[in-house]
Each structure stands twice: as structure tokens, then as C-alpha cells.
């Protein structure tokens, strides 16, 4: 028996629906909205002859920067959040926060793909641009609490991202928020937390830890602070991995050579495994049982 042509050519098609818009000269389209001509035209390998992998090396850093872009609206807003007393919806931003933090440390993985000796087919393109110089991790760190202020000036060629760091390091950071959070529902938060100079790196106060001590010890009686402190924990422990991640890439592919930007490579890296943003968090763990 032999198969209608018919229906063997079209077995393996998905004819459009009557309703689909297909005309898009007066109407926005997808590209239209997402404003793919620029996106997709924004990669300019700058190897010369061409190289295959700078591509990746370029779109995996610029997909970073759009998800920290993500990250610090989400940051933001949870901050403003804790300062207007709506825990619920601020512990909504940071549920946010963690799956965004956990696409960025997966897309280590691509970047791993990428060999010694390829990477030294572009490395020398690259002159001295760094991830240490991307303006939107630094925001990020000054909106959970590793404030340096030295950091502002690596920015002074570009004053917008220099004015918005200088904005940052004035402000309050999150976790300074979900202090001052604390002292307005009745937590006897020290006045050294409270009264701190922010822009200063924030220092862990043992006064504080007995405070979270009060909270562990009897959880059920402090819901929604106990939850904020192990969301946070979430947050701190993501942005480890990521920087853990981040290390262990540049580890396989450069070794113990310098960074482009001039830094000690693995060894600068290495060192900021030790910054904690919420070190008492981690500290009232000694205390609990």
C-alpha cells in the first residue's frame, strides 16, 4: 500500500494559523519592541585575521551585562521595598535575584568551552579591557554592601557610570535597609549599625549577632525576619559561587598569568572569596542549638 503524497509532504509541517499576524509594516513586531536590529548588530570582533571564538567571549559578556542591568533593578527595588516596611514583596525581588545570580554563574560554563590557546588567539585584542572594569558589578556590590570608594575612580573616563557608583556608595545598601527595618519593628538594632558611615565597608557588630541569635533561637515567633535572613544568606552564598565560578574559568584558561586590566589574575580573584556582605548571618550560625 502506498502512501498518499499529500499527507507524506505535509506529515512533518505546522501550517499557520488563520489568525497570525503577518504583516508588520504599521504594526510592532517582536524585533520591533526588543530592538534586535541594535542588540544583534552590537558584536564587533576586533581580531585581525578574524578569530572563531572571540563571538563567545563577546556575547557572553555582554548577555552578563544585561542580566546584571536585571539584577541591580531587582536590588533596587528591594532595597526601596525594606525602607517602605513591604517585606512580602521585597522577599519577592530577591527570589528574583537568586535565579538571576544562577543564570550568571551558569554561563561560566560556556565560557569554560574556551581553551588557552584559543583565547590566546584573541587575548591580545582585548588591550586592557576587564570584567574588573564592568560599572554594573560594581553596582552591585555597593547595593549589597562592599562599599570601596577607590573603586568610583577606576570610572572617572565615564561620568555617568562614576555619578551613579558615587550615588551608590552615599546611599544605603540592603542589608543597611533591613537593619534599619529591624529597629522600626522593635529589634534592638545597635546605633553603631544604624548610625554607620555608608560609605564605608560594612564591619560585623556582635551586638547585631545577638540580635539574629534571638531570631534562630525561636524562628516561629520571627517569620518573615528569619526568612528575610536566610534569603539573604541565598543571595550572599549565589554571588560566592559566582565569584568561585568565575575564578576556576579564568584559573583554566590563563593560569597564574596577569589579568588584562593588570591584576594578579587567579590571585586578585582569590582574595575576594573573603568580602562577605552579611557577616553576622553567618555568624549567629555558632550560635544556634
Not at 165 to 191: I, M
Not at 227 to 243: A, I, K
Amino acid at each position: 500500500m502506498t502512501a498518499d503524497p499529500d499527507t507524506s509532504r505535509n506529515a512533518n509541517r505546522r501550517d499557520l494559523e488563520q489568525g497570525i499576524e503577518r504583516d508588520f509594516s504599521r504594526r510592532m513586531s517582536y524585533g520591533d519592541y526588543l530592538q534586535l536590529d541594535r542588540l544583534l548588530s552590537a558584536q564587533h570582533p576586533l581580531s585581525d585575521p578574524p578569530q572563531h571564538d572571540e563571538l563567545l567571549f563577546i556575547v557572553q559578556h555582554q548577555t552578563s551585562e544585561l542580566w546584571l542591568k536585571l539584577l541591580i533593578h531587582e536590588l533596587r527595588s528591594a532595597r526601596a521595598l525594606l525602607a517602605a516596611d513591604e517585606l512580602a514583596q521585597a522577599l519577592k525581588r530577591l527570589a528574583r535575584v537568586k535565579h538571576i545570580q544562577h543564570t550568571l554563574t551558569d554561563q561560566w560554563s560556556v565560557l569554560a568551552t574556551l581553551t588557552p590557546s584559543e583565547y590566546a588567539q584573541i587575548r591580545p585584542f582585548l588591550a586592557t579591557s576587564s570584567g574588573f572594569q564592568s560599572a554594573q558589578y560594581r553596582e552591585v556590590e555597593f547595593l549589597l554592601g562592599n562599599k570601596n570608594a577607590d573603586m568610583v575612580e577606576v570610572f572617572a573616563h565615564d561620568p555617568g557610570a562614576r555619578a551613579e557608583l558615587q550615588q551608590l556608595l552615599a546611599e544605603p545598601s540592603l542589608y543597611d535597609e533591613f537593619a534599619r527595618y529591624l529597629h522600626r519593628r522593635g529589634y534592638a538594632v545597635p546605633a553603631a549599625v544604624l548610625d554607620r558611615d555608608v560609605t564605608q565597608p560594612y564591619r560585623q557588630d556582635d551586638d547585631l549577632v545577638s540580635v539574629f541569635a534571638e531570631v534562630y533561637a525561636t524562628p516561629h515567633e520571627h517569620w518573615g525576619v528569619y526568612e528575610t535572613c536566610e534569603e539573604l544568606v541565598d543571595v550572599e552564598d549565589n554571588f560566592q559561587q559566582w565569584r568561585f565560578r568565575h575564578l576556576q574559568v579564568v584559573q583554566r584558561t590563563i593560569g597564574q598569568r596577569t589579568g588584562t586590566g593588570g591584576s594578579s589574575g587567579v590571585h586578585f580573584l582569590r582574595r575576594a572569596l573573603d568580602l562577605t556582605f552579611f557577616p553576622e548571618l553567618y555568624a549567629v550560625r555558632a550560635q544556634v542549638g
